[in-house]
């Protein structure tokens, strides 16, 4: 915005000119400086060819609301930064303590792994084991009550051996009374002994197992 003026003011366009390119602190809270310029422009300005002094005075509107928008968006990432920390903070402290969470994987160790499951209706599941590689290690048909109960294992395989200590997953097939599939909804639980905070969401560590933090349904205290 360089101000205008008629032959003979080149030392009013100077000083106007001077206190634009010195400013360095923000639009908005500079207003009796873009106040100045207006007056000096207002004073200098061709009869024949006047200035829009309102077209100008929404410059300075605009100016500012731009100027506020930049210091929300600042506020806003201070109050994202703050709230990764408290998440983080707080997935720290499920270090030690045991965890029920939404998932299918748990892990075989001294002979026995569990899954809690919850089915809608009673009936009867086909309950399928692979290990971490995804194979197959073991294929058996329960019978499973409505509601919450465990499921356990013992590593024993289809092929009459005993599977070694690892992490292994579940899926069931369930079927109903009647005969018709219903939904058997698995949980697995374990000591939280990490946090991994590499993806968006804190992931807890239960050995080689993680667990979204958004997936814990109950937690207890070690002692």
Not at 89 to 94: I, K, M, S
Not at 139 to 149: E, F, I, S, V, Y
Not at 158 to 182: C, F, H, M, Q, R
């Amino acid at each position: 915005m360089a101000v205008s003026g008629t032959s003979g003011t080149s030392g009013t366009s100077g000083t106007s000119s001077s206190g634009v390119t010195g400013t360095t602190s923000g639009i908005a809270n500079n207003f009796d400086q873009f106040l100045t310029l207006l007056t000096t422009q207002l004073k200098n300005q061709s009869p024949l060819d006047p200035l829009d002094t309102n077209q100008f005075t929404q410059q300075l509107v605009q100016f500012a609301g731009v100027e506020q928008q930049l210091k929300t968006n600042e506020t806003l990432g201070s109050l994202l930064s703050l709230s990764a920390a408290g998440t983080a903070t707080n997935a720290v402290g499920f270090i030690g303590s045991t965890i029920t969470a939404d998932g299918t994987t748990t892990r075989l160790a001294n002979g026995k792994a569990d899954w809690k499951v919850n089915m809608a209706s009673a009936g009867t599941g086909t309950i399928t084991i692979k290990n971490s590689s995804g194979s197959v290690v073991q294929t058996m048909t329960r019978t499973l009550t409505a509601g919450d109960q465990t499921f356990s294992w013992d590593g024993s395989t289809s092929l009459g051996t005993t599977a070694p200590d690892g992490e292994y997953s579940i899926s069931i097939d369930a079927k109903n009374v009647l005969g018709e599939s219903v939904t058997a909804k698995t949980q697995v639980s374990g000591v939280v002994d990490g946090v991994d905070f590499t993806s968006s969401i804190p992931m807890l560590k239960i050995g080689s197992i993680t667990v979204p933090i958004d997936k814990v349904k109950s937690v207890v205290r070690g002692d």
